[in-house]
């Protein structure tokens, strides 16, 4: 009977995502109909944003918390140690395994515990053994933010219950995301769909909470979330082809409508967005401008009266662009041709803009010195003087004569 409710259960799911997604092949960003209060996607590579709305507004973020918390844990400790459950532990609200007090579980069943089945219990204990209490795990995560440049993200726990200062942007939780999926311990957590864990020496088998893990092509991981405050968050990390992003919904209404909103705004993201190798298109245009202007370039003062310039480029060298905004690309060069004496090697003399159309900047390479050139001394005056008094005399004898 209960393998039956199973595949009836699993068979539901999969009706509702092919229900959804049969809707979202087609979505362009302006036939969105997108239920969450705020979403982003972003490239892995370059954290370019891809399609977003109040990505930067502060909300509540559920237990899409967790990955600080998991990720924190894979750095600070020791995954095969074992840890007893407190009474804090077992008590806390929300999901949970029905922890007792005293049970005895390894630090990576406690990972899995967290990360798939969500289990709030295990987040405390994993906090609790990293950092001997709440408060200063807390401590920890803001640490963590603040050297990731998460300045619009505050822990105030390790589960993501709802408090007043506990809070992210869904921008910043895409980053966080990326960040952690960097760690290949923490990408496979989270990218197993099921797990037997050891519980006081028994086996415990649970599953992920990620509805799309399995169900959706491409999706490999991350995090689902639901309080009340926040209502229902989902991460997601989702590759096709040579396209790898991340899709964060926070505040949709029901389970139902964070799945499809991630499904359509990932459809949307792999149907219009392709990488481009923007630094060829930047290096093409400005050997073009420099074929043309080369000759301007004027050292005034200088020793040297040839000057050496290129453009250097982005370290990231290929970014997702709309497909349909290709057509708009325009590297605009902004470089001073009359320079004064000295100019030092590696320094900025103006710069490169990949643009679409005539305001969105996609990239800004730096148009460098590629040598030094010194600045005359008085020497080097008398002596360009007798040489062009020399060339004067000798020009008007060859005349005379």
Not at 32 to 52: C, F, K, M, P
Request: aromatic share 10%; net charge neutral; with cysteine.
């Amino acid at each position: 009977m209960v393998m039956k409710r199973s595949i009836f259960k699993a068979f539901c799911v999969f009706f509702i995502l092919s229900f959804f997604l049969s809707f979202s092949v087609y979505a362009d960003s302006d036939s969105l109909s997108v239920n969450s209060r705020a979403y982003v996607v972003i490239d892995r590579n370059s954290n370019s944003v891809l399609i977003e709305k109040n990505s930067n507004k502060k909300r509540k973020m559920a237990s899409t918390t967790k990955i600080m918390t998991g990720i924190l844990v894979i750095e600070n400790s020791d995954l095969s140690e074992t840890v007893s459950i407190s009474s804090k532990a077992a008590h806390v609200g929300g999901s949970n395994l029905n922890f007792k007090v005293g049970d005895k579980i390894t630090v990576r069943d406690l990972l899995f515990a967290m990360l798939l089945k969500s289990a709030n219990g295990a987040a405390v204990a994993l906090a609790e053994h990293v950092s001997g209490s709440i408060e200063n795990f807390a401590d920890l995560m803001n640490q963590k933010a603040k050297n990731l440049n998460l300045s619009n993200t505050h822990f105030e726990n390790p589960h993501g219950l709802d408090s007043d200062n506990h809070y992210t942007t869904a921008y910043e939780l895409a980053l966080l995301a990326n960040y952690a999926m960097k760690n290949s311990t923490f990408a496979e957590i989270v990218g197993t769909k099921t797990y037997t864990l050891t519980l006081n020496g028994y086996p415990l088998t649970i599953s992920n909470t990620n509805e799309l893990l399995g169900n959706f092509d491409g999706v490999y991981g991350i995090k689902t979330g639901f309080t009340n405050g926040a209502n229902r968050c989902l991460v997601s990390c989702c590759k096709r082809g040579n396209l790898d992003v991340i899709c964060v919904v926070l505040g949709a209404d029901t389970k139902q409508f964070r799945s499809s909103d991630s499904m359509k705004l990932l459809n949307y993201s792999f149907n219009n967005f392709e990488l481009t190798d923007i630094s060829s298109i930047i290096k093409k245009e400005f050997e073009s401008w420099k074929l043309e202007n080369e000759n301007d370039f004027i050292v005034d003062k200088g020793l040297s009266k040839s000057f050496s310039f290129d453009v250097k480029l982005t370290e990231i060298s290929v970014l997702p662009l709309d497909k349909n905004k290709k057509s708009l690309l325009n590297v605009k060069i902004d470089c001073c041709t009359h320079l004064f004496a000295p100019v030092q090697a590696n320094s900025c003399i103006g710069n490169a803009v990949l643009m679409i159309g005539d305001e969105t900047v996609l990239a800004t390479c730096p148009i460098i010195a590629t040598e030094t050139v010194p600045k005359k001394n008085i020497l080097q005056y008398f002596y360009e003087f007798l040489k062009d008094y020399t060339y004067c005399i000798n020009t008007a004898f060859a005349n005379f004569s």
